[in-house]
T-cell receptor, first 114, second 116 residues
């Protein structure tokens, strides 16, 4: 079964810590995405990548960075975590071209910054 | 301006009844795609149904159907014969254009509660 795997389901970090959220897909997809999900705001795009070492800012990139050194792995980095980054983070991937299935999502990481 | 609008924060339905979840969208691109995803309490996003802007017929997938009204820019999800397991968040999303890269824009979601 094809999968997008996020390394942690739940994470608690302290303010100011550097936080890494890892995402791995086994579908050989070119495109990978990081969204955050907050009640009443839906899913908002943080960063995406369409190729190894390529990255593009989404709608809310402030306070985040990303890394894509290998095709299957896309990491989201919170350089200095803050309480307003407490959220659900969803990773997704998709192949190049249009797909009737859209994205394949991971199960999400619920991050709490204290 | 919101590209995807879901005006129902929450909906209630009794088991075995049908329910419609609303979604309107805004785009000037003639080529686009519309998606519905389900998110149970476990958190994963599950693809339900897709409608392309040039598709001639409304999409159907089992108990799910999409009421696509292009002129009104609406893409409502209809769930027939609701089941308890349908209780979840539902998100409408849109992809604009038909090029090699697709980026989805999501609505704010509707929480559906199915009661026995």
């Amino acid at each position: 079964d094809v999968k997008v795997t996020q390394s942690s389901r739940y994470l608690v970090k302290r303010t100011g810590e550097k936080v890494f959220l890892e995402c791995v897909q086994d579908m050989d997809h070119e495109n990978m995405f990081w969204y955050r999900q907050d009640p009443g705001l839906g899913l908002r795009l943080i960063y995406f990548s369409y190729d190894v070492k390529m990255k593009e800012k989404g709608d809310i990139p402030e306070g985040y960075s990303v890394s894509r050194e290998k095709k299957e792995r896309f990491s989201l980095i919170l350089e200095s975590a803050s309480t307003n980054q407490t959220s659900m983070y969803l990773c997704a991937s998709s192949p190049t071209g249009t797909s009737r299935y859209g994205y394949t999502f991971g199960s999400g990481t619920r991050l709490t910054v204290v | 301006a919101q590209k995807i609008t879901q005006t129902q924060p929450g909906m209630f339905v009794q088991e075995k009844e049908a329910v419609t979840l609303d979604c309107t969208y805004d785009t000037s691109d003639p080529s686009y795609g519309l998606f519905w995803y389900k998110q149970p309490s476990s958190g994963e996003m599950i693809f339900l149904i897709y409608q392309g802007s040039y598709d001639q017929q409304n999409a159907t997938e089992g108990r799910y159907s999409l009421n696509f009204q292009k002129a009104r820019k609406s893409a409502n999800l209809v769930i027939s014969a609701s089941q308890l397991g349908d209780s979840a968040m539902y998100f409408c999303a849109m992809r604009e254009g038909n090029t090699g890269f697709q980026k989805l824009v999501f609505g704010t979601g509707t929480r559906l509660l199915v009661s026995p």
